[in-house]
């Protein structure tokens, strides 16, 4: 019998602590976005799979409500341009997805995108192969706070 009473209690006290109920529903004007690069056609190191990866990405975020942007085989204008298209869609509140499938390199400390068209010609890559994700990051970042 004090088993029961203690059961009646313990959900009440239960039922009176509990915080209100909470909307976790996105925002109308939210919008899930994607960028998704697969360079592979690189002229002196060719790669076999980052298109059926970007592609197989591309299905899956579809799928699962995403706006997505599918670029294969960018060159250094191709990747700029899609990289600022995707940059200039995001709004406050958006959910952006970032995948890139291919080759990168780091530089003092920095990482680097490679176009499919990069050719290292100098010791001064960097003006040749200007997209750090970390730029990247940092416009995003900003523009969700705008």
């Keep these: 019998m ?23 529903r996105i925002a109308s004007t939210a919008k899930p976005l994607a960028l998704l690069i697969g360079n592979q056609s690189y002229s002196k190191w060719p790669l076999k799979n980052p298109a059926n990866d970007a592609q197989a990405m591309n299905q899956a975020l579809r799928a699962a409500g995403f706006e997505t942007d599918l ?5 250094l204008r191709q990747l700029e341009q899609a990289v600022n298209r995707f940059v200039a869609r995001i709004r406050p509140g958006d959910t952006a997805v970032f995948y890139y499938a291919g080759h990168g390199i780091q530089l003092g400390g920095e990482n680097y995108l490679i176009p499919i068209d990069f050719e290292r ?6 003006n040749t192969c200007p997209i750090p994700p970390r730029a990247c990051r940092s416009e995003w970042n900003r523009r969700a706070r705008d």
């Design 71 to 75: 670029v294969l085989n960018a060159g």
């Design 121 to 126: 010609r100098t010791r001064r890559m960097r």
């Design 2 to 24: 004090s088993s029961g009473a203690f059961v009646f209690f313990t959900i009440g006290i239960g039922m009176f602590a509990q915080e209100p109920a909470r909307d976790l």
